[in-house]
Nanobody
Framework: QVQLVESGGGLVQAGGSLRLSCAVS????????MGWYRQVPGKQRELVAR???????NYADSVKGRFTVSRDNAKNTLYLQMNSLKPEDTAVYYC????????????WGQGTQVTVSS
């Protein structure tokens, strides 16, 4: 069984930074896709950043140049460094992972709230 536990959310002023962490436990390999989604109430979930099975990174246009996804395989931890935060980045952020390199994201964390004040 895979478990994803996010941490690092909170309240920050616009222009500030936060780093989210996702501790991964269970039968997950470093080649499996992992990433971050976010959701605002009443809106569709948005894929913010991800590692593909090939190790490439993809970002939503809205966060390019401001957010960086990284992973420490030795610590089984995924990170999302968020800089130059904007009020529109306010959302619940979810860590996600896939069971195999070819599978869709099937494992989700409980989410962590990020609130950016103007």
């Amino acid at each position: 069984q895979v478990q994803l536990v996010e941490s690092g959310g909170g309240l920050v002023q616009a222009g500030g930074s936060l780093r989210l962490s996702c501790a991964v436990s269970g039968d997950i390999f470093s080649v499996n896709p992992m990433g971050w989604y976010r959701q605002v109430p009443g809106k569709q979930r948005e894929l913010v950043a991800r590692f593909t099975s090939g190790g490439d990174t993809n970002y939503a246009d809205s966060v390019k140049g401001r957010f960086t996804v990284s992973r420490d395989n030795a610590k089984n931890t995924l990170y999302l460094q968020m800089n130059s935060l904007k009020p529109e980045d306010t959302a619940v952020y979810y860590c996600v992972s896939a069971a195999t390199p070819e599978a869709p994201f099937g494992f989700w964390g409980q989410g962590t709230q990020v609130t950016v004040s103007s």
